[in-house]
Structures are given as C-alpha cells and as structure tokens.
C-alpha cells in the first residue's frame, strides 16, 4: 500500500509539471553563458526538469517507500520564479532590466520545512561548526598563495560569460565530481574544505572553486539550483567596489572574511567603484544545516549519473 502510494504521488508530481510547462517558458541554464559553455556529460543545469525528474524518481522508487517524504517532495518542486527578479529590482530601486537574458526565470529544487533567510552567519556552528570560520580565515593566506599560483597559467580555468568584464572559475569541485588535476595544485585548500563535514562532496549540487573577476566586471541576477545548501565565499583579495546582492540586501567582501548565503535567493554581483584589481574568492557549497544525514545520502543518490 505505501509503494502504491508513493508511485501515485510521483505520478501526480510528473502530470503537475507537464502542465505546467504548457503555460510557463522554460530556461535551463542556472546563470547566463552557462549552458552555452558546459561540457558535462550529465550537468544538473542544463538538463531538462522532466528527465532529471524521471530519473531521480525511478531511483527513490527503489528506497523505502515512506522513508523520505521531503525528498519526494524536492521531485515535485521545480518551481519557476515568474517575476521574481522584476520584483527584487523594483524593491531595490533599480531599474527593471529590458534585457530577456537578464530576466530569465530561474528554477530552483526545494525542500519543504527548511528556515529560509538570505544571510546566514559564518560564525554560527550549524554552518561551518564551532571553529571552521576562524580555520579560514587562519589559512586565507595559505589559500590565497595556492590560488595565485594557478592564477599564473590557463590550465584548469572555465570561463563564464557575463554581460561586461570576465568571470574566470578554477574548479576543485562542480557539481559533486572532483576534478584531481586541479586539486593536486591545491592540496592545503583541497584539505581544509573536505574537513568540513557538511560540504557537499558527493552531491551533483555541491561545488567548490576560486572565482576571479576582472575589474568592471558584472553578473546578472541569477539563482542557484536547489534550496537546500549555503554557498559560502572566503575573501582572498577584496578591492572597494565589489557588491554582492543577495534578495534585496547587499554586502561587500573583506579580505580573510567569510560570507555565507543561500543562493536559491535571486543574487548579482556588481563592481561598483574604480578598482584597477580582481576580485578573488574561494567558494564552496554546504548542506543547509537542516537536511538530515539520511535525507543528504538520498539526495547525492537519486541526483547522481
């Protein structure tokens, strides 16, 4: 009875979103120039909802059938935010962008039951524990030197597109796969992050990486994938200028510091003075403090190739 129950709702789930790509424009791409640019084989952004879907479905179908309520119900989530950035930049006072590209309709995976708010503190001990705030910021040199030497070659870098400047990312993690070459130029970097115990390994929606914006450079409004992690950014090098927005709110990157949002939220970043220097930092993604260990297991497995 419970397994008969449990495919009706997935079944309700998949009819509830084939209507609803009837009337709603689908964008695949978490932020502009990404789509265009992946080269994974199996990459949750650029994927279609309805086949990640039905195959993240066919493998909760093999889990306990009553087991995982809220994961069954991150499957029938999808939702796509009609309106929302055209709403953050009127809150705001900024101008609603004319540009389609800027006003695409982000998706985003979520899980019902967990605290939302943009800003998390990096000092509470339900993010990065009692002491991983002040290990980063102990080791943001060390970080920072492994970071330019790589800075010096081409090798291992991606490139975003954005709308002015250069957005270049150094990936240790993307999307749950570790990519070994990058890591073994890191080594110091690499150890700290997997000691954290709630960074995202294993999971398709767990990353790590430097960024590194040119001077001018924008990104557009976008979103992350799924709501159920916080994205945190160490601050290696940190000119005046830098703005990241996140919801309606709005903060700046000091050097050795960490900030830590959630990125379901509508976020841009923006160089807003006259800075002649990139703006470094390291990213990572960790499991909203609220997602049980079983419920993270499941989630790696059912999103996994």
């Given at each position: 009875?419970?397994?008969?129950?449990?495919?009706?709702?997935?079944?309700?789930?998949?009819?509830?979103?084939?209507?609803?790509?009837?009337?709603?424009?689908?964008?695949?791409?978490?932020?502009?120039?990404?789509?265009?640019?992946?080269?994974?084989?199996?990459?949750?952004?650029?994927?279609?909802?309805?086949?990640?879907?039905?195959?993240?479905?066919?493998?909760?179908?093999?889990?306990?059938?009553?087991?995982?309520?809220?994961?069954?119900?991150?499957?029938?989530?999808?939702?796509?935010?009609?309106?929302?950035?055209?709403?953050?930049?009127?809150?705001?006072?900024?101008?609603?962008?004319?540009?389609?590209?800027?006003?695409?309709?982000p998706h985003v995976w979520s899980m019902p039951g967990l605290h939302r708010r943009p800003w998390w503190g990096p000092d509470s001990p339900d993010v990065l524990g009692a002491t991983g705030a002040s290990e980063l910021r102990a080791r943001h040199q060390s970080i920072l030197e492994e970071c330019r030497n790589v800075?010096?070659?081409?090798?291992?870098?991606?490139?975003?597109?954005?709308?002015?400047?250069?957005?270049?990312?150094?990936?240790?993690?993307?999307?749950?796969?570790?990519?070994?070459?990058?890591?073994?130029?890191?080594?110091?970097?690499?150890?700290?992050?997997?000691?954290?115990?709630?960074?995202?390994?294993?999971?398709?929606?767990?990353?790590?990486?430097?960024?590194?914006?040119?001077?001018?450079?924008?990104?557009?409004?976008?979103?992350?994938?799924?709501?159920?992690?916080?994205?945190?950014?160490?601050?290696?090098?940190?000119?005046?200028?830098?703005?990241?927005?996140?919801?309606?709110?709005?903060?700046?990157?000091?050097?050795?510091?960490?900030?830590?949002?959630?990125?379901?939220?509508?976020?841009?970043?923006?160089?807003?003075?006259?800075?002649?220097?990139?703006?470094?930092?390291?990213?990572?993604?960790?499991?909203?403090?609220?997602?049980?260990?079983?419920?993270?297991?499941?989630?790696?497995?059912?999103?996994?190739?």
């Amino acid at each position: 009875m419970d397994a008969l129950i449990v495919f009706l709702l997935l079944f309700l789930a998949v009819l509830a979103y084939l209507l609803r790509r009837c009337s709603t424009r689908r964008h695949r791409a978490e932020g502009p120039g990404e789509e265009a640019r992946c080269t994974l084989r199996n990459c949750l952004r650029c994927k279609k909802e309805d086949t990640l879907r039905a195959e993240a479905s066919k493998k909760l179908m093999k889990l306990p059938a009553d087991a995982h309520p809220r994961v069954l119900a991150v499957l029938n989530s999808c939702e796509f935010k009609t309106g929302i950035l055209c709403q953050l930049y009127e809150e705001s006072g900024r101008s609603v962008p004319s540009s389609e590209e800027l006003r695409h309709q982000p998706h985003v995976w979520s899980m019902p039951g967990l605290h939302r708010r943009p800003w998390w503190g990096p000092d509470s001990p339900d993010v990065l524990g009692a002491t991983g705030a002040s290990e980063l910021r102990a080791r943001h040199q060390s970080i920072l030197e492994e970071c330019r030497n790589v800075m010096d070659s081409e090798d291992g870098w991606a490139r975003n597109a954005v709308p002015s400047g250069q957005w270049r990312l150094f990936y240790l993690y993307n999307q749950g796969m570790k990519y070994h070459e990058n890591c073994k130029k890191c080594p110091r970097t690499v150890e700290l992050i997997e000691d954290f115990p709630s960074f995202m390994q294993t999971c398709p929606f767990g990353n790590a990486m430097f960024s590194v914006l040119e001077p001018g450079s924008t990104i557009p409004p976008h979103t992350g994938a799924c709501n159920f992690r916080i994205r945190c950014h160490l601050s290696l090098v940190a000119p005046r200028g830098y703005v990241l927005h996140v919801g309606t709110g709005r903060r700046s990157w000091e050097e050795g510091k960490v900030l830590c949002f959630d990125d379901s939220y509508v976020h841009s970043v923006g160089d807003e003075g006259v800075s002649s220097q990139e703006r470094v930092v390291l990213i990572f993604d960790l499991w909203h403090p609220e997602v049980t260990t079983e419920e993270r297991r499941v989630l790696s497995e059912i999103f996994s190739d």
